[in-house]
């Protein structure tokens, strides 16, 4: 079952460029959202997380939007470098007592022209 | 911090023969995941240990596939018999004991069964 949907698949954003990445989750139990990073032949890498009780959480070009009642989160990226072009997954975990296990949504790949 | 290691990182096999994957996750981390990432499916969760025990494998797509973590430094996962279908690349995964956070993963293995 696909818990978190992911989108847009692919995008492409022109240097200095805000890249936005979308996600929505069906489980209202999802306590924990953090962003993975995942450049070719390297496995993901934590980018940024965020947990319901705040609606923003920004770190450097990195910001995640949470809207708890739409059961959305979004990732932005301002000012797109080439170097930001990956792939990105949002996830989603249960609460830490139920197992605590990452759902991921289906990535999206990032491409960034300079 | 070596972060979590695999081996190997690339893997040519012919159908029918067995293939082991390695994982050693990082010191003081108590839960290991085993995924696998394709274009079709994204990431998937295929077995994850906590404290050296499985404690969900709903994830494993057959018999052929088994997992076993003997001890807090080492897992692996096995596919006898391999199949083309198989083909993947294999992440394993490790977090610290506590509250959700985030995963480290290793630089996968990528399988090829021929």
């Known amino acids: 079952q696909q818990q978190v949907k992911q989108s847009p698949q692919s995008l492409i954003v022109q240097k200095g460029g805000i890249s936005i990445i979308n996600c929505a989750y069906e489980?209202?139990?999802?306590?924990?959202f953090p962003w993975y990073q995942q450049f070719p032949g390297k496995g993901p890498a934590l980018l940024i997380a965020?947990?319901?009780?705040?609606s923003e959480k920004k770190e450097g070009r990195f910001t995640i939007s949470f809207n708890k009642s739409a059961k959305q989160f979004s990732l932005h990226i301002m000012d797109s470098q080439p170097g930001d072009s990956a792939t990105y997954f949002c996830?989603?975990?249960?609460?830490?007592?139920?197992?605590?296990?990452?759902?991921f949504g289906g990535g999206t790949r990032l491409m960034v022209k300079p | 911090d070596a972060g979590v290691i695999q081996s190997p990182r690339h893997e040519v096999t012919e159908m029918g023969q067995e293939v082991t994957l390695r994982c050693k996750p990082i010191?003081?981390?108590?839960?290991l995941f085993w995924y696998r990432q394709t274009m079709m499916r994204g990431l998937e969760l295929l077995i994850y240990?906590?404290?050296?025990?499985?404690?969900?494998d709903s994830g494993m797509p057959e018999d052929r596939f088994s997992a076993k973590m003997p001890n807090a430094s080492f897992s692996t996962l096995k596919i006898q018999p391999s199949e083309p279908r198989d083909s993947a690349v294999y992440f394993c995964?490790?977090?610290?004991?506590?509250?959700?956070?985030?995963?480290?993963f290793g630089s996968g293995t990528r399988l090829t069964v021929v």
């Open positions: 965020i947990r319901p009780d705040v």
């Open positions: 010191s003081g981390h108590d839960y």
């Open positions: 996830a989603a975990s249960i609460p830490f007592n139920a197992g605590n296990m990452l759902t």
């Open positions: 995964a490790s977090r610290p004991p506590g509250p959700p956070g985030g995963y480290t």
């Open positions: 240990f906590n404290n050296n025990v499985p404690i969900d």
């Open positions: 489980n209202t139990a999802f306590d924990y």
